[in-house]
Structures are given as C-alpha cells and as structure tokens.
C-alpha cells in the first residue's frame, strides 16, 4: 500500500475533495474536508513504531482525530485492543465512524465521539479511565489539557503531545509565553529546542504536582510543529526535579549557560566583557535529555523489517537522527553562527565535532535542528577550534 491519494492529497487549509481517498501505513480512508497534512506522516509513522513498543493489551485515546487516521493505524498496525477516537468537530463523526469501521474486523474495540476533549478527560476522570497511549495531536498550545490528559494514562502509559503555536516559545511573543508555558522564552539560535524543553517543562510540572514523574521518550519538530512523546512515570526520578532550570543567551558573542532552579545563583560575567548586553534568559525549561535512547532503539527494531509504504524513508532518516543525539548538553547552537562570528563561512562540522572530542567535551550533531550542534565547551574554545580550521 502506497502513501498516495486518488486525487491531490491537499493540505491544511486548501481545497480538497471531501471523497478524496487516502493511503498510509495500513490505513486507507476518507480525508474529508477537515484539516489533514500528510506531511506529518513521520509523526504519524513515530507514533506507530511507539506504540508497537508498549505493553499489550493496549488501549488508545485519539483525543483530536481529525479524520481518524492515527487510531485506525494504532489498531491495524499496532494491535491496539481499544482505540477511542475523538474530534470535537461533531460534522466529523460519521467520517470518523466510516474510517475507524475496519477497526472491528481487525478485533480492535472502537469507540468514536465528537466531544470537547476537556469534557472527555474529565469523563475518564470520573469514571477512572486510563489508557497506554493518549495522542493529543492539539490545534495551538494544549497546555490546559495537560494535566488531564496525565489523569488519563496508565503508570508507564506515554503522552504523544504536539503543539502548533511555534510564536510563543520560540520568543515571538513573549507575553503569550508568560500566560501558556508559564515560562520566559527569548530568541535563541536553537528555537525549535528550546520550544521543545519548554513543552517538556509544561508536562513534567503537570506530572510533579500530581506526585508523578515523566520520562521524555523522544521530542522532534520540522519548525511548525513541536511533538513530544512522554512516559508517565509512578513516581519521578531520584533528583528530576533538578532538570527544570534556565538557559541564558548572550547576543554579544553568542556563549550560552544553564542553571538548575534547584540552585540558582548569579550568572557569571560573559567573557565578552564589560559591553555584553544583558543575558536573554528562557525559562524554567527541561534541561535534560530530549530522547530516549532505549525506547528509539526499540522502536527502530520493531521497525528493521517495515517496507517504505509501511515506515516512510522520511520517518526512517528521522528515528535515525533522533537516536545518534539524546539531547544533552543542552547548549546548542546553528554552525551556520559560527561562521558568521567567524566570517568565514562555517567550520567542517566533522572535524569541529572530532577537536572538541579529543579535548574531552561532548560534542554532538543536533538530532532536532539540521544544521546545529551542541556541546559542553565554553564558546571562545570552540571558536578557536572553529577559526583553526577554517585557516
Ligand atoms: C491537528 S488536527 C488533528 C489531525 C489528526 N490527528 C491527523 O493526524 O491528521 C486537530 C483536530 O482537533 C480538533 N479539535 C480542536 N479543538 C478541539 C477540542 N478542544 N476538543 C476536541 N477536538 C478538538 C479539530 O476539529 C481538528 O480536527
Ligand atoms: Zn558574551
């Protein structure tokens, strides 16, 4: 079965024939006039490969479905036991009925609403339903359904969270951030990261203050939308509290710090000097890792023997990138900065990575942000390294 469509697959927000039919994974279905991007299909493919990996029987809750997709390819392809799926536009229900009607050959048990999702979480609440896998493929921030979405996952259950406000967290509107993240967010190189550990930031707070902890299994964006998969976990890590803390910017030379919250202290003098602008702080962010090494590699087995119609080349490539980088440390910065305080072009990033190595640093390939990498090296050294190799 081929990722294709009968007619132009269309995207959000163009003109797209409500009979289109459409191709992907296992799952052949309606797309309707709603919103519909196959070029989320990786996230789709990753959350598959995800729930293939959790234990069975497994029950799943589509909050925001859309046109159903990601419950039909959880119950076909994953051999979820439930799959609920819901989308608040109720025009959509009896194309989420139709769609999802293959479910129940496959002995998948369906079940299919058009419910707000605060009103369905608090009804999981009261009843005390609880699934392994809640997607909440969320319009904008879905910070207000975080915590109710955690009341609803199993222990060990994962939250696969995707946000579409990119302005927020990324510095464009500071204001917004303050009200949705509860947190400072300034411009920074590596803005897709640092949206990400905000997120991330939001859920772990959400999980603590119900006594839980969260275990980030993988965290990705193609700059428009920020997903993060999390392990709802029954009691947090020895000391996780201490990943929550603050990164700080300096515009003038480009150096970055971090602090934990647990002990925050002043920041020290940017080696700049005195005419340093003030340090652009974001925060309080996730400082740990990103990924879930284990987890990936999980997911990467399950999906060794899957055909390019079943796990797309694109998804493939991703999973590979998330893999090689776990996510810390969490100073991260473009090459293409580099070269431009450099003035002569960007370092090759191989051999920049390899000198930093041999003096004991980590130094990685960003596995979030093409064209970026991260390491523990304070900033002048890695200039002087950047600078001998671009003699
Ligand atoms: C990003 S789209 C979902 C796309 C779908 N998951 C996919 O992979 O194609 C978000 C959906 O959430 C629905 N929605 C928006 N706000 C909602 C809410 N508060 N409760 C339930 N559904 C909501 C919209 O009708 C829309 O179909
Ligand atoms: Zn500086």
């Not at 799943?60 to 536009?89: F, K, S």
């Not at 194309?95 to 999702?117: D, F, H, I, K, M």
Request: charged letters at 20%; a neutral charge.
């Amino acid at each position: 079965m081929a990722d294709t469509a009968t007619q132009s697959q269309g995207g959000a927000g163009e003109n797209r024939s409500p009979d289109l039919h459409y191709c992907e994974g296992q799952a052949q279905l309606q797309l309707g006039g709603g919103f519909f991007r196959p070029q989320s299909r990786p996230s789709r493919d990753l959350g598959v490969l995800l729930a293939r990996t959790l234990p069975q029987p497994l029950e799943v809750l589509d909050l925001m479905a859309g046109c159903g997709i990601r419950g039909l390819r959880y119950g076909l392809e994953a051999g979820a036991h439930g799959v609920w799926v819901n989308d608040g536009d109720g025009d959509r229900l009896p194309l989420l009925q139709a769609n999802l009607a293959p479910l129940a050959q496959a002995g998948c048990r369906v079940e299919a609403t058009a419910l707000s999702a605060q009103k369905l979480l608090a009804g999981c609440l009261l009843e005390e339903r609880r699934f392994g896998l809640v997607d909440l493929d969320a319009f904008g921030c879905p910070t207000t359904l975080v915590p109710a979405a955690l009341e609803a996952l199993q222990f060990g259950g994962v939250l696969y969270l995707a946000s579409t406000d990119g302005r927020s967290p990324t510095g464009h509107d500071r204001a917004a951030a303050l009200r949705s993240l509860g947190a400072a967010a300034r411009a920074h190189p590596a803005s897709w990261e640092l949206a990400l550990r905000l997120q991330i930031a939001v859920v772990a707070r959400a999980a603590w203050a119900l006594g839980r902890g969260v275990r980030p299994l993988f965290s990705f964006s193609e700059g428009r939308t920020f997903r993060v998969a999390l392990q709802l976990q029954r009691r947090a890590d020895p000391q996780q509290e201490r990943l929550l803390g603050l990164l700080a910017h300096c515009h003038g030379c480009g150096e970055q710090f971090s602090q934990s919250l647990w002990q925050l202290r002043q920041w020290p003098a940017c080696a700049c000097g005195a005419a340093a602008p003030p340090l652009a702080i974001s925060g309080p962010l996730w400082l740990g890792p990103l990924q879930h090494g284990p987890t990936l590699e999980a997911m990467a087995d399950v999906g060794a023997s899957a055909s390019p119609q079943e796990v797309a080349p694109a998804s493939v490539r991703l999973l590979r990138r998330l893999l090689a980088d776990p996510g810390v440390p969490e100073r991260c910065w473009p090459l293409a900065e580099l070269g431009r305080r450099l003035g002569g072009g960007p370092p090759p990033s191989d051999a920049l990575l390899a000198a930093l190595r041999v003096e004991g640093f980590t130094a990685l390939r960003s596995g979030v942000m093409e064209g970026c990498f991260r390491c523990n090296a304070p900033w002048s050294r890695v200039l002087e390294l950047a600078a001998a190799l671009n003699r």
